[in-house]
């Protein structure tokens, strides 16, 4: 990580969009401050373990909660592009070069692989931290793809 350049944790919340009958779709979501410049966020959706995962100026959790109502929006971020999209993580994990904050998207995947109530204690003890302050575990996909 870009030791210089500081990431505090505004916020971050996991939760799971569709499921039941449905292939269960969770999206996770992080707020980050930069010590210079706006704070940003990283949004993950994983469907069956794959992701995709947006950079945003607001919040676009709401919109992945309540699709219908956000169809269009949701139709722009999707044509505006991805930082990540695929199959699993690995393809992030070998090669992050010129993604800002890359710890930010370690914490994010290691909220959604989590169980939730790991995950929402993770969220509650990093609240208002700066990511070189606190130790990320590494997600069950990270842990997968080092051992492969």
């Known amino acids: 990580m870009d030791k210089t350049k500081k990431y505090q944790i505004v916020n971050a919340r996991v939760e799971q969009a569709s499921g039941g009958p449905d292939i269960a779709i969770l999206v996770a979501e992080v707020e980050l401050k930069p010590a210079k410049g706006a704070p940003f966020f990283y949004t993950l959706v994983e469907c069956e373990g794959a992701p995709m995962i947006y950079?945003?100026?607001?919040?676009?959790?709401?919109?992945?909660m309540e699709p219908d109502a956000y169809e269009s929006e949701l139709d722009d971020l999707q044509d505006a592009g991805s930082v990540y999209?695929?199959?699993?993580?690995?393809?992030?994990?070998?090669?992050?070069?010129?993604?800002e904050c890359y710890e930010g998207l370690r914490y994010l995947i290691y909220v959604m692989r989590a169980?939730?109530?790991k995950a929402e204690a993770f969220i509650q003890a990093t609240k208002g931290k700066n990511l070189d302050e606190i130790e990320i575990p590494a997600s069950d996909a990270e842990v997968e793809w080092k051992s492969a």
Do not use: P, Q, R
């Open 55 to 64: 950079k945003t100026e607001s919040s676009v959790f709401d919109w992945w």
């Open 85 to 99: 999209e695929g199959e699993n993580y690995d393809e992030l994990f070998e090669d992050h070069k010129g993604i």
């Open 115 to 117: 169980s939730w109530d």
